[in-house]
């Protein structure tokens, strides 16, 4: 439930980002969304290694 909860949360903060993000130019808007892309796991990494064991 804590990751579901965690990525809708994050998935709301990066939409609200959207209509900033539309104003770059796109070579930066797709490494801006590669970063965003792989910053959820950052937070939720500890939560799934437990989760492994």
């Not at 579901?4 to 709301?12: A, E, H, M, R, S």
């Amino acid at each position: 439930m804590a990751i579901v909860l965690g990525l809708i949360i994050y998935g709301g903060l990066v939409a609200g980002l959207s209509t900033h993000l539309a104003m770059l130019p796109q070579w930066l808007q797709a490494v801006v969304y590669l970063i965003l892309g792989v910053a959820w796991l950052l937070p939720l990494k500890p939560l799934l290694v437990w989760m492994n064991r």
